[in-house]
Nanobody, 122 residues
Framework: QVQTAESGGGLVQAGGSLNLSCTETRRNFGSAAMGWFRQPPGKGREYVAA????????DYADSVKGRFTISRDNAKRTAVLQMDSLKPEDTAIYYC???????????????WGQGTQVTVSS
C-alpha cells in the first residue's frame, strides 16, 4: 500500500498563499495519480485537485480553479499544491491521496494521508 508524508499548511490571512507537499514514502504497487481533498469544519470531505504522474495532467475543483496549482517532481515522487488568493472558506484539513487514476481519486477510492490543517483568517 502506498504511504505518503504531508507537509506545509498553517495559518495565513485572506489573500495570502501557502504550499502543501506530499511525498510517497513507500510503494508496493505504486500510484498513477496524486491529489488533495479537504474537509472544512463541520462538513464532509471534498475534492480539491489531482495530477497524473505519467504526463503531469491535472484536474481542479471549480472552487479552486485559477487559484490553486498542482505540480510534481517525479524523481522525488513529490507533488506540491500551491494555493494562492486564499479565502476563509478554504479553511480545512487537507488530505493527500494517491490512486490508480485521477477519476479514481475523484471518486474517493484513493489511499489517504494523515492530513494537515490550513486556516485562512479574514
Amino acid at each position: 500500500q502506498v504511504q505518503t508524508a504531508e507537509s506545509g499548511g498553517g495559518l495565513v490571512q485572506a489573500g495570502g498563499s501557502l504550499n502543501l507537499s506530499c511525498t510517497e514514502t513507500r510503494r508496493n504497487f505504486g500510484s498513477a495519480a496524486m491529489g488533495w481533498f479537504r474537509q472544512p469544519p463541520g462538513k464532509g470531505r471534498e475534492y480539491v485537485a489531482a495530477m497524473r504522474w505519467r504526463d503531469g495532467g491535472t484536474d481542479y475543483a471549480d472552487s479552486v480553479k485559477g487559484r490553486f496549482t498542482i505540480s510534481r517532481d517525479n524523481a522525488k515522487r513529490t507533488a506540491v499544491l500551491q494555493m494562492d488568493s486564499l479565502k476563509p472558506e478554504d479553511t480545512a484539513i487537507y488530505y493527500c491521496a494517491t490512486g490508480s487514476s485521477i477519476p479514481t481519486l475523484i471518486a474517493g477510492r484513493g489511499s489517504w494521508g494523515q492530513g494537515t490543517q490550513v486556516t485562512v483568517s479574514s
